[in-house]
Nanobody, 122 residues
Framework: QVQLVESGGGLVQAGGSLRLSCTAS?????MGWFRQAPGKEREFVAG????????NYADSVKGRFSISRDNAKNMVYLRMNSLKPEDTAVYYC??????????????????WGQGTQVTVSS
């Protein structure tokens, strides 16, 4: 496992943008972002393979969010555009450190950050 630290959350008006960043303490394979809104279960938002060649997005964010990574810095980013009030949630960074998959996403992640709050006002 690795330690993950998220940053970049905050308060933004609907239609605005934010970029979340996550720093890992070591190398990982796939990385991803999840979110959890009050009273709801945690849900997958976006994932990216170690190579960056494979990405996946939740239907609710496709076309608005973009995930990217910098392996030299052990970082992953989530660019969020056209934000909506329903995007309000705590966003968690996740990492896969055991699958060995370099070009595809794993079925699960084993490391999690503490989360960063994103609030979108209407």
């Amino acid at each position: 496992q690795v330690q993950l630290v998220e940053s970049g959350g905050g308060l933004v008006q609907a239609g605005g943008s934010l970029r979340l960043s996550c720093t890992a303490s070591g190398r990982s394979y796939a990385m991803g972002w999840f979110r959890q809104a009050p009273g709801k279960e945690r849900e997958f938002v976006a994932g990216i393979s170690w190579s960056g060649g494979s990405t996946n997005y939740a239907d609710s964010v496709k076309g608005r969010f973009s995930i990217s990574r910098d392996n030299a810095k052990n970082m992953v980013y989530l660019r969020m555009n056209s934000l909506k009030p329903e995007d309000t949630a705590v966003y968690y960074c996740a990492a896969d450190t055991y699958s060995g998959y370099e070009d595809r996403l794993p079925p699960d992640f084993d490391s999690w950050g503490q989360g960063t709050q994103v609030t979108v006002s209407s």
